[in-house]
């Protein structure tokens, strides 16, 4: 397989409501789609989208990166098995940041999946289930919080997350216990502090609150504190997050209360790392979950068929974030449905990418 082209597109699409990141709240998603082209006339999408105040490129340097690679994979010829083309694209002479290499890496393996007609997520797994089930992200931007629970129960999914960590703690454990009171028993719930307490503080908000169907506690330390022990003094379980930028899945061994590890490929890791984790996790009796960073349609549906491929069936994965765009790159917005992205919908719709929507920048022979 060899790229013999690569068109380089910007997108700008407005959010039903504000992602909060350092600085002012944004109001858009913006990011870069690629297409690239092989040999024998295919075509292919991905998608670069740092997140503004968050990742470590900005849109300019995005630009710039997303060329490094263009010379060399040219010259190269590319594996044709996912795991093989993943691993030469992470040995190119180019050091590039999360959300870039996630731009080839998803072009490269569309690319492979047109080359053999075969969807994604059979190239990982002969058997993928027809459906990814997905946890609804709760923000308390549009109503209170416990409404929004109760309205997203309604609308079928089976399980909600909701950040805690961003209020005062007394605050987040009686948000939280009013959101319990309101769960059928097939519902569950995640909560995810992005590293805003300290030890004693953790342990003060496990033990206010009561276990019931709580799935996990997702990275509710600051860094300096011991996520080991906070399992070991109050029964919790915990996921993994930010803490896998710091870890390598051949030298990490898990500890006594962590059941989840959350991959964020695009911004925490590159596609590459979270297949790593990702069997690092099964191999130990730990559960995967692929999130998205408020991506577009196409890497969107790219990652239910990574997911569908590789993480348990019927385990809710992050894939929500998409419902956040009031808007697409796509001709036909995907459709989440009782709490479900439904591959052969994903499958018809993902590479049909609004040229009108998009702003070419450049095309490399």
Known sequence: MKVEWLRIYHYRLPLTRPLSVPGNPHWEREGFMLEIGDEEGRTA????????????ENSATTFRLL?????FLKAASLPE??????EQLARTPFTLPPGVQFGWEMALLNLLSARQGQPLARLFNPNPPAEVVLNALLTGADQPLPEEAQRLIAAGYPSLKIKVGRRPLEQDISTVRKIQSLLPDTITLRLDANRAWSLEQAVWFCRSIAPRQIEYLEEPL???ESLAELPRRTGCSLALDESLQELRPETFRPFAGLTTV????GFILTLGE??????????????PVFSSSFYAGPATAFLAEIAAALAPAAF????DPYRWLADDVLEDPLQIHRGRLHLADCREKAHRVQQNKLELLGEFL
């Open 45 to 56: 999408w991905g998608e670069a989208a740092p997140l503004p105040g968050l990742s470590s």
């Open 67 to 71: 060329l490094q690679p263009l010379q």
């Open 81 to 86: 098995t996912p795991h093989e083309l993943l």
């Open 222 to 224: 600051q860094p300096q």
């Open 262 to 265: 959350v991959l964020k490929p």
């Open 274 to 287: 979270a297949l790593r984790w990702t069997a690092w996790s099964l191999g130990r009796g730990l559960r």
């Open 316 to 319: 809710p994965q992050g894939l």
